[in-house]
């Protein structure tokens, strides 16, 4: 068996894969950590990843989609080289004292360890990511670090730290995997993989995941000031002040912006702010005072019209709608 260090290097020996599938997860990530290894077994025309499904009980692990995946208890899993934890939601739940024993004891036999979309969320609750670096999905980034002391937390797509593998959900899962693919079998079958899912662009590990998407449209300046913005939802950064920080005039900021993203800068800062309030509203029980405040608006009233003219309802009939 492989041990933590050397996943990631050249081998020609298939990687033993344990994908401990969890409930509640979503179904493009569960396809982005496995497809990549499947694309590259058949363009290899030969066995370079095998795989197989464990679930936390041996119960079938239902997907947000509905699909169901079977396999054996996590318990009975005796060696891999890499296990591969795909969760979503209700992660404090799951993360029951039998499945992270059960991670524990594979690290300890010398298994690497990934975790994709919530994944982090469970090997931290085990203990297994304490003094690494380590992401995950941004919607649970702030509570993550809080949570997890001993973990330095960074807004990466992915992050690799000496046998530990997380990203942040479905695409950065494809670029990780990409990446894993690469450090095995060279740059040139990681292309042709890519270029199965015509993903002309994978994105570097430490590139910032976005609350926003779109980030093909995006310029490097334009992707910096948008992560500028998205680290101060709740106390939004003037126009001069993002421009200094970037080392723009505010006029030559306007201008990118208008060039690349056909909008201004106030109207992207607007945007990010009332996609995040939608998250609140729709995603936590927050009220809608701490809503507003926590994503820049200091007077509910301006709060409230902002959010009907950007989602076309107000926040207080959104939240009343998901009961």
């Known amino acids: 068996m492989n041990s933590e260090n050397n996943i990631l290097t050249p081998s020609q020996v298939p990687l033993s894969v344990s ?112 003094g690494h670096a380590a992401t995950t999905h941004w919607e649970d980034l702030d509570r993550f670090a809080a949570t997890f002391p001993d973990i330095l937390v960074v807004q990466d797509r992915y992050r690799i730290s000496a046998g530990r593998l997380t990203c942040g959900g479905a695409l950065p899962a494809v670029d990780m995997m990409l990446h894993l693919i690469e450090a095995r079998h060279g740059a040139a079958l990681a292309r042709k993989v890519a270029g199965v899912f015509l993903h002309d662009r994978p994105q570097p590990p430490d590139r910032p995941q976005s609350r926003s998407g779109g980030e093909t449209r995006h310029s490097r300046l334009t992707a910096a000031v948008s992560a500028l913005m998205e680290q101060s939802l709740d106390t939004p950064l003037s126009i001069a002040e993002l421009a200094r920080r970037a080392g723009l005039s505010p006029r030559t900021l306007q201008s990118r912006f208008r060039s690349q993203l056909d909008t201004t800068p106030q109207a992207h800062y607007l945007a990010l702010r009332l996609a995040e309030a939608r998250r609140l509203v729709e995603q936590t029980d927050m009220s809608l005072t701490d809503i507003a405040l926590a994503t820049g608006f200091s007077a509910p009233a301006t709060f409230s019209r902002a959010f009907k003219s950007a989602h076309g309802q107000t926040a207080r009939a959104l939240r009343a709608s998901r009961t």
């Open 19 to 130: 994908v401990l599938v969890l409930d509640a997860c979503n179904t493009l990530s569960f396809a982005a950590a496995v497809d990549p290894m499947r694309a590259a077994n058949r363009l290899a025309g030969r066995r370079l990843f095998d795989w197989s499904y464990v679930t936390a009980t041996g119960a079938d692990a239902l997907l947000t989609s509905g699909l169901a995946v079977s396999g054996p208890a996590l318990s009975t899993l005796t060696r891999c080289d890499l296990v591969l934890v795909v969760a979503g939601f209700r992660l404090e739940e799951q993360a029951r004292p039998q499945l992270r024993a059960g991670l524990r004891r594979l690290a300890a036999q010398g298994a690497a360890l990934a975790g994709v979309d919530g994944g982090p969320w469970i090997l931290a609750r085990a203990g297994l990511l304490d």
